[in-house]
């Protein structure tokens, strides 16, 4: 437990200095937007510190959703690894906005991005912006509306 504290600590530190670091027009490298003190998401990927989940995962889509999540970790040797989400939903509500949930477990779920919907009910790959990594191997994804109420529009699980 410690390390992950740690771990989450440094993660913060560095989303921090990259915020104060950034000059206009120009976005830091990683996206937890709001431990940034940052009002928007900040791109469509994110950068992961050595003691988060450092795999790619597939979730699929549950009744009446359909489709897939794909948790994408590619790493390159000058800039380390990062995360993307390539997000293929549909039956979600047309022409809005849906957080996306990581459940860790039984306990514990957190935003780590945002994606839009058409006016077909399906996700906009092209939308989906990344706020942060996974801490550890996901349980689910859930899927819910930015309405006050965050109202639960469906869940994806493991595909393997």
Same mark, same amino acid.
């Given at each position: 437990?410690?390390?992950?504290?740690?771990? $989450? @600590?440094?993660?913060?530190?560095?989303?921090?200095?990259?915020?104060? +670091?950034?000059? /206009?027009? *120009?976005?830091? /490298?990683?996206?937890?937007?709001? =431990? =940034?003190?940052? *009002?928007?998401?900040?791109?469509?990927?994110? %950068?992961?510190?050595?003691?988060?989940?450092?795999? *790619?995962? $597939?979730?699929?889509? $549950?009744?009446?959703? *359909?489709?897939?999540? =794909?948790?994408?970790? $590619?790493?390159?040797?000058?800039?380390?690894?990062?995360?993307?989400? +390539?997000?293929?939903? &549909?039956?979600?509500?047309? +022409?809005?906005?849906?957080?996306? +949930?990581?459940?860790?477990?039984? &306990?514990?779920?957190?935003?780590?991005?945002?994606?839009? %919907?058409?006016?077909?009910?399906?996700?906009?790959?092209? /939308?989906?912006?990344?706020?942060?990594?996974?801490?550890?191997?996901?349980?689910?994804?859930?899927? @819910?509306?930015?309405?006050?109420?965050?109202?639960?529009? &469906?869940?994806?699980?493991?595909?393997?």
């Amino acid at each position: 437990m410690t390390r992950n504290c740690a771990g $989450r @600590a440094f993660f913060t530190s560095l989303l921090v200095l990259a915020a104060c +670091n950034s000059t /206009s027009g *120009s976005a830091p /490298s990683t996206t937890h937007a709001k =431990a =940034a003190g940052i *009002s928007r998401p900040l791109s469509d990927h994110t %950068t992961i510190p050595p003691d988060y989940f450092g795999g *790619s995962q $597939r979730f699929c889509a $549950r009744a009446p959703l *359909s489709g897939t999540i =794909a948790y994408v970790i $590619r790493t390159d040797r000058r800039s380390g690894s990062s995360a993307t989400l +390539n997000v293929h939903v &549909g039956g979600l509500p047309s +022409n809005s906005q849906t957080t996306v +949930n990581w459940a860790n477990g039984t &306990g514990r779920a957190y935003v780590v991005a945002s994606v839009d %919907t058409d006016g077909n009910g399906s996700s906009v790959q092209a /939308s989906v912006r990344l706020y942060r990594p996974g801490e550890v191997r996901g349980a689910r994804i859930i899927l @819910a509306l930015t309405d006050p109420q965050a109202t639960v529009v &469906g869940t994806l699980t493991d595909c393997s």
